[in-house]
Nanobody, 127 residues
Framework: QLQLVESGGGLVQPGGSLRLSCAASGFTLDRHTIGWFRQAPGKEREGVSCISLGGGYTNYADSVKGRFTISRDNAKNTVYLQMNNLKAEDTAVYYC????????????????????WGQGTQVTVSS
């Protein structure tokens, strides 16, 4: 059974860091484009970052460029989202998602392009 499980969320002070993990079971992550999305209360789910199948392409939302880094460890079948210099506006539930398509540019962080989703992990940035 295909499953994505996020972990690594928590409470952090502004300026702090967290690393989220997205572990897959039932399929091989490096054969999928993987996206990270987030949803804050009362807001729509938005794309944060993505890494293409094969890992040769990454993309980031403007709001996180220079602060977040996506990477994958094929041996662990896991994709990571390193989040630095966190801000209060980064508070949200973070989801990873997988697509069998090679997604580039804007499609890569478009939620409609993804077929499989994890259950989410809460990130709260507050002093």
């Amino acid at each position: 059974q295909l499953q994505l499980v996020e972990s690594g969320g928590g409470l952090v002070q502004p300026g702090g860091s967290l690393r989220l993990s997205c572990a897959a079971s039932g399929f091989t992550l490096d054969r999928h484009t993987i996206g990270w999305f987030r949803q804050a209360p009362g807001k729509e789910r938005e794309g944060v970052s993505c890494i293409s199948l094969g890992g040769g392409y990454t993309n980031y939302a403007d709001s996180v460029k220079g602060r977040f880094t996506i990477s994958r460890d094929n041996a662990k079948n896991t994709v990571y989202l390193q989040m630095n210099n966190l801000k209060a506006e980064d508070t949200a539930v973070y989801y990873c998602a997988a697509s069998q398509k090679l997604l580039l540019a804007g499609r890569c962080i478009s939620r409609g392009e993804y077929d499989y989703w994890g259950q989410g992990t809460q990130v709260t940035v507050s002093s």
